[in-house]
Structure formats: structure tokens, C-alpha cells
């Protein structure tokens, strides 16, 4: 069983920046992906960024150029780093892994608020 622990969350003005934290109680190098999904009131929750085991990234059309997905493997962590923070995206934000073994495990969310 895998926990995930997400902090970093908070209340910004448009414009700043946050980065959110995702810690894992098992080793990151056991994880396929490893990723960031976030849901917005009334809306289907979505992936915003994910990184593979070998670096590999993927993120969502509307986020490109502002946040960073990175992973700490000897911390077993996974960061989200969010530039240039709009009020759309405001939603409460998931850690998600896919380990080797085809499980997948989410954390609790952390909200992210920004105001315009």
C-alpha cells in the first residue's frame, strides 16, 4: 500500500506562484508515473502534469509554459511547481501514481485557490 501526502496548497493572487509537494511512503523509483490531476467544482477531474521513470513529461495544453512537473527519487517526492497562477486554475489538486505493477494510489488533494 502506497500513501501520498500533497502540501503546499494555499490562497494566491493571479499572477504568483506555489508549488506543491506530493510525498510517497514507498520508494519513487517503484513508480511507472507519476503525476498531477486536479478538480474544479462541477467539473471531471484532469490530468495536469505527469513524469514517467526515465524523465519523461507530459502536461495539459493549458498549463504548458507555466507549471513544472520534477521528481526527487532520494526524497521519494514529486514536486509541482505553478507560475503565473490564473483563477481558472483554482480546483483541489491529486497526486497520482501508476507503479510497475499496475496499481494506482491517490493522495487526500490540497486546494489551490487563485483570485483574481
Known amino acids: 500500500q502506497v500513501q501520498l501526502v500533497e502540501s503546499g496548497g494555499g490562497l494566491v493572487q493571479a499572477g504568483e506562484s506555489l508549488r506543491l509537494s506530493c510525498a510517497a511512503s514507498?520508494?519513487?523509483?517503484?513508480?511507472?508515473?507519476m503525476g498531477w490531476y486536479r478538480q474544479a467544482p462541477g467539473k471531471q477531474r484532469e490530468l495536469v502534469a505527469r513524469?514517467?521513470?526515465?524523465?519523461?513529461?507530459t502536461y495539459a495544453d493549458s498549463v504548458k509554459g507555466r507549471f513544472t512537473i520534477s521528481r526527487d527519487d532520494a526524497k521519494n517526492t514529486v514536486y509541482l511547481q505553478m507560475n503565473d497562477l490564473k483563477p481558472e486554475d483554482t480546483a483541489v489538486y491529486y497526486c497520482?501514481?501508476?507503479?510497475?505493477?499496475?496499481?494506482?494510489?491517490w493522495g487526500q488533494g490540497t486546494q489551490v485557490t487563485v483570485s483574481s
Open positions: 497520482n501514481v501508476n507503479t510497475w505493477s499496475s496499481n494506482t494510489y
Open positions: 514507498g520508494s519513487t523509483r517503484s513508480f511507472r508515473v
Open positions: 513524469i514517467a521513470t526515465y524523465g519523461t513529461t
